[in-house]
């Protein structure tokens, strides 16, 4: 077991061993030829995870800073902005929309459901002048996924910028952001990427930078433009969060070294091992579009959810998200994203059981045991 607290959160996950390492490092200046190195092959390599030809950045905030930067640097005051929205992310984006004084038009859609491009498709029959739509392409609330690629290529045929919040997605599942025309994608350091929460990478496409150019500017922090001049001057806009960034080169060329297949493939062992073992312990997955990054189950009825995951916590050291609003006490959330072992896998399904059968949920621990070393065998 890689901690003794198993943290199989969809984020913050469990950091890969060498980012602690590099974590405790001593400190360099961020204006530092030392640094300027590591800055600059952070970025580059950036691109290899987006998938994109265009310039990528990182930025000093969570990953909802990143959905700003997006949203702020193409939105002008009054545009009509189609907000998709399956769960509390989708909610948060068209919040903040409203918030920088866009007329939202809601797609809402029962969470657990994934958006259609087909319905996509007719609120641009009703709305012609929509200039921008947003959409999670992995929903965390719900770990569902939508069709980005069916959804861009609605997108693409308009003047309109699709903008995807790409946090539980990048670096976790395939999601190449020029081959489907995304306008801008956002990711998130707590999540695919093995590293404390604190960067959030945006990209934008040729079309975006395009109304970059021409959108009133509303922000300092995240002015986009700004920030791409210091970085063609090698710089930073702002102090980097030197730290990280220092993890974060490690773990792109890993990724690079291991290739964006054997990287996503291992995030989607564990959602199918997690699936597998769900069925035997005979729990309903809640998503019908269940993403390789997260998979949400049901909690039987007659488990008490809120005493459920307090258990887990306090007994079995084990973290695995609840539901949020509507969903709270009805389902756990368990990640695949972050550094996970086989073994983390088995001792996450024995304490689960263990938890469940303290919690009105009857297993036989033991078969539990048999079935789940069954299906890992091999792994590791
Ligand atoms: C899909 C999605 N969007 C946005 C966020 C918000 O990110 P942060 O908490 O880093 O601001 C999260 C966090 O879990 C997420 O999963």
């Avoid at 903008?163 to 707590?190: C, F, N, R």
């Avoid at 922000?219 to 063609?232: C, G, K, R, V």
């Avoid at 887990?312 to 959330?333: A, C, F, S, W």
Wanted: hydrophobic share 40%.
């Amino acid at each position: 077991m890689s901690n003794s607290i198993l943290l199989l959160a969809p984020g913050p996950v469990q950091l890969h061993p060498k980012v602690q390492t590099i974590l405790s490092m001593p400190m360099v200046h961020h204006r530092t030829p030392e640094f300027d190195l590591i800055f600059k092959s952070a970025l580059d390599n950036l691109k290899f995870i987006f998938q994109t030809r265009q310039p990528a950045f990182m930025l000093s905030s969570t990953g909802t800073g990143g959905m700003e930067c997006l949203l702020v640097n193409v939105l002008n005051p009054g545009e009509k902005v189609l907000a998709i929205i399956n769960g509390k992310f989708g909610e948060r984006w068209a919040e903040m929309a409203q918030a920088y004084g866009a007329e939202v038009i809601r797609y809402d859609i029962p969470w657990g459901q994934a958006a259609s491009a087909d319905e996509v498709k007719k609120y641009f029959e009703q709305h012609n002048d929509i200039k921008i739509v947003l959409v999670q392409a992995c929903e965390t609330s719900t770990a569902t996924k939508n069709p980005i690629q069916e959804i861009s290529t609605v997108v693409a045929n308009t003047p309109a910028l699709l903008l995807v919040d790409g946090i539980t997605a990048l670096g976790a599942y395939h999601i190449p952001m020029d081959e489907w025309k995304i306008d801008g994608l956002v990711g998130g350091s707590q999540k695919a990427f093995m590293l404390p929460t604190g960067l959030s990478f945006v990209c934008f496409s040729e079309k975006a930078w395009k109304k970059i150019k021409i959108t009133k500017n509303r922000t300092y922090y995240f002015n986009i433009q700004n920030e791409l001049a210091a970085n063609l001057r090698g710089e930073c806009l702002f102090s980097a969060n030197v730290p990280l960034i220092r993890g974060l080169d490690y773990i792109l060329h890993r990724m690079q070294h291991h290739g964006l297949t054997k990287h996503f493939s291992h995030i989607a062992q564990r959602a199918n091992y997690t699936r597998s073992m769900a069925k035997i312990m005979g729990l309903e997955l809640f998503s019908q579009s269940p993403s390789e990054s997260v998979t949400a189950l049901k909690l039987p009825p007659n488990v008490n959810g809120v005493k459920f995951r307090d258990d887990l916590e306090k007994k079995y050291h084990l973290t695995v998200m609840g539901g949020q609003d509507q969903l709270k006490g009805k389902i756990i959330r368990i990640g695949h994203m972050g550094y996970i072992t086989a073994r983390d896998l088995h001792e996450t399904t024995l304490r689960l059981t263990r938890a469940f059968n303290e919690n009105n949920y009857q297993m036989n621990l033991n078969e539990i045991d048999y079935q789940s070393k069954t299906l890992l065998e091999g792994q590791v």
